[in-house]
């Protein structure tokens, strides 16, 4: 049995680590595997008579994700700027979209708004970047999903902002139509636009948690103790921690003694 760890990336929520794991384990000759949304890491077993690394890359890769070596990640290659520089952006554009909507959602007479703020074509013009570029992620993942058979958090974000992006888009050129039937021909392009901003915002912030997470357990595991001192034999012995077994007596503190029975403490 081989066992490896893998680095995925292309994972937005535990729906994705669900279809993830489904798909390896679906392989045959896969004997266990475990995704860990949270590091973004698979543990796969495999009999590697009936499979390797690449089938199961592969199959990973046909899903629309990716899975990495640990050992071939270079960690200062996966930076947020992309997505920083996307958050930005899609802010700076919400902002306007909302200011620009404030006399339509109050229903006052907001003289300090320009009313062009408030054009529907102008709207659009903003609003489309946000949606097709800062939101592009959620697009490829609600793809991915539709392809797997599966629903996740992307494609409720891709189905609530279309619906409002896609409705202000027919009343933007059909408005006339829509108020000859005695409807309001009022646009919610700034819904969409600041829909996928907090949703791009969240995201951020995730990644900067699991980046601060990852360095503090790193952190953690370097004050781990490389080596313990023993009792054997009525000889005391310094030898690394690894070497421990049962029967050893660890010596804590001057005086006091814990026999290892099953247990490494």
Not at 163 to 187: M, P
Request: charged residues 20%.
């Amino acid at each position: 049995m081989t066992h490896q760890t893998l680095k995925l990336a292309g994972m937005s929520c535990a729906g994705c680590a669900d279809s993830i794991e489904r798909i390896i384990k679906s392989i045959p000759g896969v004997i266990r595997c475990q995704v860990n949304f949270g590091m973004e890491q698979v543990d796969v077993d495999y009999d590697p008579k009936r499979t390797d690394l690449n089938t199961i890359q592969a199959k990973v890769r046909d899903a629309g994700f990716q899975a990495t070596p640990i050992t071939e990640i270079n960690l200062e290659s996966r930076p947020e700027k992309e997505l920083l520089t996307k958050l930005s952006i899609a802010i700076v554009i919400s902002i306007i979209l909302f200011i620009g909507s404030l006399p339509m959602m109050t229903g006052l007479s907001l003289s300090f708004i320009p009313h062009w703020l408030h054009a529907p074509l102008l709207q659009l013009i903003l609003a489309t970047p946000v949606q097709f570029w800062c939101g592009q992620s959620f697009y490829k993942n609600a793809w991915k999903a539709f392809k797997n058979r599966a629903a996740t958090m992307d494609t409720l974000v891709v189905l609530g902002t279309s619906a409002a992006y896609f409705y202000s888009l027919f009343l933007t050129f059909g408005s006339d139509f829509i108020e000859k039937q005695g409807f309001n021909s009022h646009v919610y392009y700034e819904a969409s636009a600041i829909v996928i901003t907090l949703i791009l915002l969240g995201r951020f912030l995730e990644k900067r948690a699991r980046k601060e997470t990852a360095a503090a357990i790193k952190q953690l595991m370097g004050l781990q103790a490389k080596t313990a001192r023993v009792i054997r034999e009525e000889q005391t012995l310094d030898i690394p921690i690894e070497e421990v077994k049962v029967g050893d007596i660890i010596l804590v503190r001057p005086g006091e003694k814990i026999p290892v029975d099953g247990i490494i403490i």
